[in-house]
């Protein structure tokens, strides 16, 4: 009976549901491996090609390739069928697969990107050796021809120029990366310092206060100005004012590093005078800047949650809302030259007559900074590559790293964007306008960066580009002159350790947080240095058993 | 006629058991057609990747890929407990945890029993609606919101100022720092967790209530007597599954409310975990190594919080 049952009661069911059954869970089935499929899909990567890029005989390319590229240039306001786009693409006959890349995701995006097998045909990267050294040993980036240098001469110019580049090269076996140079014709000093530790003081508020202007000052001084600012309020911003507005980079470069240059992640580790290897913010001269970062904070001449800017918080408060006396500035032209514009577009003002650029030295008189390696970020290419697009990219390269390619990517076409007048460029575009606003996202500059044509680029004012080179001698003939220049050890750079990469610290968060902290700062410090001791102490091991550069 | 014998562990035995289970899946072909996309789901994106955490006993390298790459024993976990950092990290997570759940947790209880108290239907809709959208924003907006509310020129210090009081440092305090992360947990989940306790309260036989009032209990009286012993087994499991939870909670709303000023208390074991994994070189094998740490934590005390509430007569996940 009960048998019976059941099969009365499959026999209904059945009936009931036959399309439900069969079909419903042919779907659901059909739908599960297209989860599974796409899920363990390899990808599509073009697999490497040992094909030439083929060229018609008049020199041109005979088949259009899409290539892929990602970088942190914004492109969202740019039209890909504009000129300047589209002189690219039609010389090279290529169509771009263009993926941007927010600055703030830069390096996770890169490394998801790298480890997964995802890396577009070629990425603009921020170079980090012990990821560099991990990478090529997994094989993923492309290794280059040993040719390329004869084939490219001239973008092997400017890679030999990095200094990287080559001694890379000599570690590993091969060119796989290509180090940006900052610098390339236009090096503006010799040594050649980081463009950082210059800042931006209101000139017509010093004047009306009575602050002498100068080329360098200590930062007592300045922390004097700014006492001058909050006191009397020259700029009649009422309670909206923010005489120093430093964000907490800012005050690792003004604060820490002028009175100690071994206090930046850049440096942090060096070799003392008896040859051995030590950690520098746990020199005595770390504690003179942290004493002086907190009494400018607790005189009110800091913002007080300047700790929760984020990256141009500080900048903008200078040169947005005209409300602060002193901001970090940089020492690129372009920098200067962008600060012009936002203070004659949000200000109405006139920059040059109301901002004055200096350096800041060490309480004891002393200029410190960084020797400036002549590379920042690189470019890398997909180990799945194919060869055809490999060689385009590297004539594309070749040719943007030339001096005709340089005024294009820089100024914009002759005739219509500039032009040349007794032997000096002249910029023709309207006043007010720069090249970015008629070509916006322009990322075809591959190689070289913007630094060095920005030395000669008259779209920025002779004044700004004059006062930058004047500051980039400045600074090197200080630093050679009594000053404290923290070398780019290379043995160092390139050594990549695991206890190396544990104790990498974010320095600016670190400082910021010890003078924020209750108590004595001193004692603070202290055991803040024996905390950090744990992860030091294995690297300085390392460092000083002797034949660590070789590893 | 004498019924045939099947000898358990037999062949036969075995067959029947394999038809039985098929007919009794047969059977019920719908319901397990329903459960069929949420166990796919499960088995793709909780059990397969648990292959992944092999990485926290090898050396990773991305093109040798999960199951290529050399094993290495306990080395990540020497290199994870030598950074200080870690543990201290560990301790803050469970600290800053524990002090959440015990007071954010009897919240959306009290929700849900003050809601269902309302008569009027519609009322009780729109609050409902009020008290369950926080849910819906991320922490990026919710911290937002809160930096801009909060700031030494933000409405509240603006309004203690017009009242002559002294501004309060809310943001770059360490002391206020916990405070402001209950709140805004409270501000933000409360609706949400209060919607399973109002389901498991609709489930309750209404003769309960009318049993009580001809008893002559009052509301409140029916509230504690009846409402809430009947959404106990509910409490029991949603707590032990937020005590299952301690070490892993909480990583969007800390790391978006951080900074430096409360760096020293805001280093939870997620945040470290973001740290190590992409603010320093990579490495994914030691990331993973602190994952497992923390899931194997996270279990230990799941499996404490089920003998507990056992123990205390209650019901546990566990049967």
């Known amino acids: 009976m009960g048998r019976q049952k059941i099969q009365f009661k499959w026999g209904y069911n059945m009936k009931a549901n036959k399309m439900f059954s069969v079909k419903s869970l042919f779907l659901l089935a059909l739908s599960v491996l297209m989860v599974l499929v796409t899920a363990c899909g390899s990808g599509g990567n073009d697999a490497a090609t040992g094909t030439a890029d083929e060229k018609n005989e008049d020199g041109t390319y005979a088949n259009n390739q899409t290539i892929s590229y990602a970088s942190v240039t914004d492109v969202s306001k740019a039209n890909m069928d504009d ?37 577009p045909d070629f990425a603009s990267w921020n170079y980090v050796q012990g990821d560099a ?52 014709q236009n090096q503006p000093a010799d040594p050649l310092l980081n463009q ?24 007592t001084e300045l922390m004097e100005f700014a006492k001058l600012v909050k006191e009397q309020d020259p700029g009649k911003v009422g309670n909206r004012l923010i005489p120093m507005s430093f964000n907490a980079g800012d005050l690792l470069t003004g604060f820490m590093m002028a009175n100690n240059e071994h206090s930046r992640v850049e440096s942090a580790f060096y070799k003392g005078e008896d040859g051995k290897y030590v950690w520098g913010p746990a020199d005595e001269s770390t504690l003179t800047g942290l004493k002086l970062m907190q009494q400018a904070y607790k005189d009110g001449l800091l913002d007080p949650e300047f700790y929760t800017w984020k990256n141009s918080e500080g900048g ?47 309480e004891d008189g002393k200029y ?96 700004f580009r004059d006062r930058s080179v004047e500051l980039y001698k400045e600074k090197a003939s200080l630093s050679t002159e009594g000053g404290a220049m923290a070398d780019y050890d290379w043995d160092f750079q390139l050594y990549t350790s695991r206890a190396k990469d544990q104790a990498n610290f974010d320095y600016a968060t670190e400082y910021a947080n010890l003078i924020l902290q209750p108590g004595d700062l001193e004692a603070n410090w202290k055991k803040w240095v024996e905390s950090k001791q744990s992860l030091v102490q294995p690297v300085l091991d390392e460092l000083n058993s002797g034949d660590f550069a070789s590893k | 006629m004498k ?92 600290y800053v945890n524990i002090i959440k759940l015990f007071i954010t947790f009897p919240f959306p209880i009290l929700l849900a029993l003050l809601l269902n108290e309302l008569r009027m239907r519609r009322y009780k809709k729109v609050l409902q609606t009020a008290f369950t959208f926080p849910h819906f924003l991320s922490w990026i907006i919710v911290s937002g919101i809160i930096i801009n509310v909060l700031a030494y020129d933000g409405l509240v210090n603006s309004f203690l100022a017009l009242i002559g009081l002294p501004t309060i440092n809310f943001l770059g305090s360490e002391q206020n720092f916990y405070p402001m992360i209950i709140l805004t947990d409270i501000w933000k989940s409360t609706g949400w967790g ?28 029916q509230m504690f007597r009846v409402t809430l012993p009947n959404i106990m087994p509910t409490v029991t499991i949603m707590f032990i599954l937020s005590v299952g939870g ?11 409310l951080a900074n430096a000023a409360t760096q020293n208390v805001s280093q939870v074991l997620d945040v470290y975990i973001y740290r190590i994994t992409f603010q320093s070189s990579t490495d994914f094998s030691f990331s993973t190594a602190v994952s497992l740490f923390r899931s194997i934590v996270n279990m230990i005390l799941l499996l404490l919080a089920d003998r507990a509430a056992k123990w205390l007569g209650g019901d546990g996940l566990f049967r």
């Open chain 1, 133 to 184: 050294m991990n990478y090529i040993d997994q094989g993923l980036f492309y290794k280059f021809p040993d040719d390329w240098k004869e084939r490219w001469p001239e973008t092997a110019k400017a890679y030999a120029s990095t200094g990287l580049g080559e001694r890379l090269e000599e570690k590993v076996g091969g060119t796989y990366v290509l180090p940006k140079p900052v610098y390339f």
């Open chain 1, 83 to 119: 000129k300047f786009h589209k002189f690219f693409t039609d010389k090279f006959n290529i169509t771009w697969d263009y993926n941007y890349i927010d600055w703030d995701s830069w390096p996770e995006k890169m490394r998801l990107w790298i480890n997964s097998g995802d890396l």
């Open chain 2, 246 to 256: 301690l070490m892993s909670s909480g990583f969007d709303q800390i790391f978006n």
């Open chain 1, 196 to 219: 950082i530790g210059v800042i931006a003081i209101r000139k017509d508020w010093a004047e009306k206060v009575g602050f002498e202007l100068k080329d360098a000052y200590t930062v």
């Open chain 1, 316 to 362: 903008d408060a200078f040169k947005v809302t005209g409300i602060s006396g002193i901001a970090g500035l940089g020492g690129l032209a372009s920098y200067r030259q962008d600060m012009d514009t936002a203070m004659k577009k949000n200000l109405n003002l006139d920059s040059s007559e109301v901002v004055h650029e200096a350096l800041i030295i060490g």
């Open chain 2, 3 to 94: 019924p045939a014998t099947i000898t358990p562990g037999s062949s036969k035995g075995e067959e029947s058991k394999f038809k039985r289970l098929f007919i009794e899946i047969w059977k019920y072909r719908m319901t397990y057609t329903l459960l069929l996309p949420g166990l796919i789901w499960l088995i793709l994106f909780a059990y397969l990747p648990m292959g992944g955490l092999s990485l926290a006993f090898k050396d990773y390298r991305a093109n040798d890929g999960i199951w290529g790459s050399a094993w290495i024993g306990f080395e990540n976990f020497k290199y994870v407990f030598r950074d200080p950092a870690f543990a201290d990290a560990v301790w803050r997570t469970l």
């Open chain 2, 194 to 221: 209060a919607i399973v306790f109002m389901a498991a309260i609709s489930g309750i036989d209404q003769e309960q209530y009318e049993a009580a009032q001809i008893d002559g209990a009052t509301r409140l009286q």
């Open chain 1, 368 to 463: 410190r900074n960084l020797e400036q390696v002549n590379f920042w970020s690189s470019l890398i290419f997909s180990p799945d590559i194919s060869q055809e697009k490999f060689e385009r990219i590297m004539d594309m390269i070749e040719y943007s790293v030339s001096e005709d390619a340089q005024r294009i990517l820089n100024l914009g076409f002759e005739g219509e964007d500039w032009k040349e007048e007794n032997g000096e460029l002249v910029s023709t575009l309207p006043e007010g306008t720069t090249l970015e606003d008629k070509y916006p996202g322009r990322f075809e500059g591959l190689y070289v960066l913007g630094d060095d044509f920005s030395v000669i680029n008259p779209a920025i004012k002779k004044e």
